[in-house]
């Protein structure tokens, strides 16, 4: 089960990274709440995937990362790792809140970061 878990999470971050949305292992019925959505609260593994291509990807996908630990609590799991951006040779912490079902698709994923930050790594700032 943990195992699992930490494996859909690689996967998630390795479509972040790559730019692909179909990497991700994303329930249909999944949610994502991010401060840079609009409305905060997307809801749909389409919705997701439309969201990542459309702002995420273009704007925010680093290129690189790095996890430094997983706190598991059941199928709930927070994922601390670091987003490199090469162009401004910058890194942000980000602290990823991960549920899942029972298949251990993603049911739920919410970030937490210094906006701030993320707009100087992507040279918005």
Not at 8 to 21: A, E, M, V, Y
Not at 40 to 57: D, L, P, R
Not at 72 to 101: C, H, K, P, R, S
Request: proline content about 4%; hydrophobic content about 40%.
């Amino acid at each position: 089960m943990r195992t699992l878990m930490i494996e859909n999470i690689q996967k998630f971050l390795d479509g972040l990274t790559n730019t692909s949305s179909s990497w991700m292992p994303l329930a249909d019925s999944a949610v994502l709440i991010t401060p840079l959505a609009e409305n905060a609260y997307i809801k749909g593994k389409s919705a997701i995937q439309k969201f990542m291509n459309e702002t995420i990807f273009p704007s925010y996908a680093p290129d690189d990362y790095e996890i430094n630990r997983h706190v598991i609590d059941g199928n709930a799991v927070v994922t601390l790792w670091n987003a490199i951006y090469n162009q401004t040779q910058m890194t942000i912490q980000i602290a990823d809140y991960f549920e899942f079902d029972s298949a251990y698709a993603i049911t739920k994923i919410k970030p937490f970061f210094d906006s701030t930050q993320l707009l100087r790594c992507v040279g918005k700032q």
